[in-house]
């Protein structure tokens, strides 16, 4: 039952088998590794190689970042007329 409607029941989601809770940590945590490594280079290489590394080290989250956001806006929105 629902607070809406209590006559209709609300249908509950299917949990996708293929797609497990763990199998979403492995990408945020690469990032954040990556993350990390550019920081640290950065702090601890001025020059050089360690000044290329942090740079790229530190771009490639924020360009995943910023082509995941563009992604999520640029989806056409379902028959329901939500976001899917």
Known sequence: MNAVSPEIPVPSQPVSAS???VAVWP???ALGLLTAFGLLSALLGQHG????LSWAALSIPLIVTVACLFKAWCRTPSVKGGQS
């Open 19 to 21: 797609r497990h809770a």
């Open 27 to 29: 990408w945020p945590i």
């Open 49 to 52: 190689v360690w000044l290329a």
